[in-house]
Nanobody
Framework: QVQLVESGGGLVRAGDSLTLSCVVSGGTFSTFAMGWFRQAPGKDREFVAGISTSGGSTTYDDAVKGRFIVSRDNAKSTVYLHTNSLKLEDTAVYYC?????????????????????WGRGTQVTVSS
């Protein structure tokens, strides 16, 4: 009964910043690689950022590289997405996802089909 609950979305102006959080319960958080995905109206779901089980490795989509930072606090079973310099095209529902990893697997990835659990999403709207 692994559950992921996102929070922190809202309405912001272009150029502003926002931090999203995702709390994981019902599982061992430190065994999950975590990912952030987003889906805008009329578009497919796309990968945003990922972080390894230890937090030692991260990966980002080119569209957000240099603007977004993913981090995790294993003591709080929480993964964060720090967004900066937000653009209109960042408007989307943001989802967090968890991928159960083997002990020897300590890497971040963008393969959405490999993620095992998903949150319900939080809306981020960027206005001009």
């Amino acid at each position: 009964q692994v559950q992921l609950v996102e929070s922190g979305g809202g309405l912001v102006r272009a150029g502003d910043s926002l931090t999203l959080s995702c709390v994981v319960s019902g599982g061992t958080f430190s065994t999950f690689a975590m990912g952030w995905f987003r889906q805008a109206p009329g578009k497919d779901r796309e990968f945003v950022a990922g972080i390894s089980t230890s937090g030692g490795s991260t990966t980002y989509d080119d569209a957000v590289k240099g603007r977004f930072i993913v981090s995790r606090d294993n003591a709080k079973s929480t993964v964060y997405l720090h967004t900066n310099s937000l653009k209109l095209e960042d408007t989307a529902v943001y989802y967090c996802a968890a991928d159960l990893m083997q002990p020897y697997e300590d890497y971040a990835h963008n393969l959405d089909f490999d993620y095992d659990y998903w949150g319900r999403g939080t809306q981020v709207t960027v206005s001009s």
